[in-house]
């Protein structure tokens, strides 16, 4: 249960202010508690209280006033995240002017496109060769507008403490100056444009408000409670909405201490040593989280093995029956805290041991996956929601939850299925529109209610379902409708699946790109005394086809025919984020990856049909 203090009530009432307001309030009552955490060689002894934060954050939005920075103008951040990027985004927020987040990993016709179409003024970059990208846009922005996170070599572009000593000798001359801009702020103001990202069409800047932002943290906080005793690994990228908004501002508005995993690839690690009681992730987290599981659990001896799956059948059933709220017998509770004890509390530490819970977004979270912690004491709490409502539509909550849904609605919006089954949404969480696209907004924001693209419905409890995105069903040359996103989810939830990708619209059945899991490959093949070829012939390999064949009809069982995968590809490497095949949030670019593919596919599609002619 949340903390409830006098001088800041849990429900948080600011529908007429603005997101500064809220930080200065918080950051006045929780003073010299340490708020943002960061690495320095290798340990977390870096950190800011809420005073420096706020003092930094008045120092920096002066100095962009010096610079010429005004009400409504845009202002760009292309940093990794860490601390630095919330000063500048509150500061840039103080002034009333619009933050643009661009990916650190975006590409130069990606930066191109934003800087031209928002007509940026200014820049905060995290490092030099962040610095590097924006050399042939230097023109475009104010003088000095270029603001260096870390000291650098380059004369012409400032280091953020130089930048702050500009907004302390601003302040001399302009005594009131930061209190009457957060003043001016008001709750319709635009507070940031958003270049979505999706896995089809050219990004679109999403007008995201105060207003926006604020109602959704708020009717957040009716569905999961949090408070200054929780603290939050940020490891997803702050471009994104769904960190903004879930792993800073909902955070930040409840006094939850922020600490930034040094990179991706630390972020293991960086769990063990902050121990946080919150994580916010993509399933594709979970899915790798998982996989390492299994891969331990099958090199291990037989009797570990047979404990390890003994624990899961007893923390599944116990699972199911917390699930459906009934009474847990003695000796299953018993069974319980034996497998918690010998099996569950070593996944449990491995996570830092303090967790509450994970929560997940972005993409459909197979429903195998989220059983499979559950009955590990491991909750993952799924949402739903996008960039265009601020994002969150939906969660699942602690105490009401269930799997393969997305929860209920948060509170103060409204939820309903078209006819077609598309979800339709609308109030207060809902963009103001696309930036200088007024097309598009009036394409997507019909009568009041914003349609979000994806299927779903309501069962009888009044839980969210999504079956898929209105866009990617597949539809065959037989004229089955198919939802590719229900059949890779199931694949998915094998481990020896790293990436699934399912095809067949305009064609005569189903087939798949699948990316396994490479160890689990080379072991296999080990076994089976073919270790001896490179990866890549491996995977052409009968054994090995065999064997990844027979994996993939166990996840096909209980679908119709027309469901089910005919033939597949295997492939050496992942989807990636850096070649364009992947969103920030790691769902795979659907039509990029069949148009970069499609000769394979065809070739497979002519070899399939071949070989059933033959049949025939």
């Keep these: 249960m949340a903390l409830k203090h006098p001088e800041f009530p849990s429900d948080c009432v600011e529908e007429n202010g603005n997101l500064l307001q809220v930080f200065l309030d918080r950051a006045r009552f929780f003073g010299s508690k340490k708020a943002l955490y960061y690495k320095i060689r290798g340990e977390y002894s870096g950190s800011y209280s809420w005073q420096d934060w706020m003092r930094i954050v008045r120092e920096t939005a002066l100095a962009l006033h010096s610079l010429g920075i005004r009400k409504g103008d845009c202002v760009g951040i292309l940093s990794e995240n860490c601390p630095q990027w919330t000063f500048a985004d509150l500061a840039i927020l103080s002034l009333g002017a619009v933050t643009v987040p661009i990916y650190p990993n975006a590409s130069l016709e990606d930066i191109r496109h934003i800087i031209e179409h928002s007509d940026i003024k200014a820049f905060f970059v995290s490092t030099e060769e962040q610095c590097r990208k924006l050399e042939g846009f230097r023109s475009k922005f104010l003088p000095s507008g270029v603001i260096l996170f870390s000291s650098g070599s380059r004369e012409e572009v400032l280091s953020l403490d130089a930048f702050r000593e500009m907004g302390r000798l601003h302040e001399l001359a302009?005594?009131?100056?930061?209190?009457?801009s957060v003043k001016s702020v008001g709750p319709d103001d635009l507070a940031t444009l958003i270049y979505t990202s999706g896995t089809t069409g050219a990004p679109k800047g999403v007008m995201l408000t105060h207003r926006n932002l604020i109602a959704n943290y708020q009717g957040s906080f009716q569905r999961i409670q949090i408070d200054e005793r929780d603290s939050v690994l940020s490891f997803l990228p702050l471009s994104h909405i769904f960190e903004r908004l879930a792993g800073y501002y909902y955070q930040a508005a409840y006094g939850v201490s922020i600490a930034y995993a040094e990179s991706l690839a630390t972020v293991a690690e960086d769990i063990r040593k902050v121990r946080p009681t919150i994580i916010i992730a993509v399933p594709r987290f979970y899915e790798k989280t998982y996989a390492r599981i299994f891969?331990?659990?099958k090199s291990a001896p037989v009797w570990k093995q047979r404990l390890f799956h003994w624990a899961v059948r007893i923390g599944t059933r116990t699972a199911q029956m917390k699930i459906r709220k009934q009474r847990v017998p003695l000796w299953l509770g018993f069974y319980n805290l034996i497998a918690k004890g010998l099996v569950f509390n070593k996944i449990q530490r491995a996570m830092g041991g303090r967790i509450r819970f994970f929560i997940s977004g972005g993409a459909p979270l197979s429903k195998d996956l989220a059983r499979f912690?559950?009955?590990?004491?491991?909750?993952?709490?799924?949402?739903?929601?996008?960039?265009?409502?601020?994002?969150?539509?939906?969660?699942?909550?602690?105490?009401?939850?269930?799997?393969g849904s997305v929860g209920k609605p948060i509170e103060g919006i409204r939820v309903k299925i078209a006819e077609d089954g598309e979800i339709l949404t609308s109030g207060p969480c809902v963009m103001k529109g696309y930036y200088r696209n007024p097309h598009a907004t009036a394409d997507a924001i019909k009568d009041g209610w914003f349609h979000t693209g994806?299927?779903?419905?309501?069962?009888?409890e009044g839980f969210l379902h999504i079956t898929?995105?209105?866009?990617?069903?597949?539809v065959t040359s037989g004229g089955k409708n198919i939802s590719p996103q229900n059949i890779?989810?199931?694949?998915?939830?094998?481990?020896?699946?790293?990436?699934?990708?399912?095809?067949?619209?305009?064609?005569?059945?189903?087939?798949?790109?699948?990316?396994?899991?490479?160890?689990?490959?080379?072991?296999?093949?080990?076994?089976?005394?073919?270790?001896?070829?490179?990866?890549?012939?491996?995977?052409?390999h009968h054994e090995i086809y065999s064997w990844v064949q027979q994996r993939l009809e166990v996840r096909m069982e209980g679908l119709p025919g027309f469901e089910r995968i005919k033939a597949f590809i295997l492939l050496p490497q992942e989807f990636t984020l850096a070649a364009g095949e992947m969103t920030p949030t790691l769902k795979i670019k659907r039509r990029i990856v069949m148009k970069e593919y499609l000769k394979a596919i065809d070739e497979l599609y002519r070899k399939t049909d071949a070989a059933w002619t033959t049949r025939k």
């Design 468 to 474: 898929d995105r209105k866009k990617d069903i597949i």
């Design 295 to 297: 891969e331990k659990v």
């Design 174 to 180: 302009h005594a009131d100056l930061y209190e009457q």
């Design 373 to 403: 912690f559950y009955a590990a004491d491991i909750l993952i709490l799924e949402g739903y929601g996008l960039t265009e409502t601020s994002p969150v539509i939906a969660v699942n909550t602690i105490d009401d939850l269930k799997f």
């Design 454 to 460: 994806d299927v779903g419905h309501f069962d009888d």
């Design 488 to 540: 890779e989810g199931r694949i998915l939830a094998d481990s020896l699946f790293a990436q699934a990708l399912v095809v067949g619209d305009k064609r005569p059945y189903l087939c798949a790109l699948l990316v396994p899991n490479k160890q689990e490959v080379l072991q296999y093949a080990k076994q089976k005394g073919v270790a001896g070829l490179s990866y890549e012939r491996l995977l052409e």
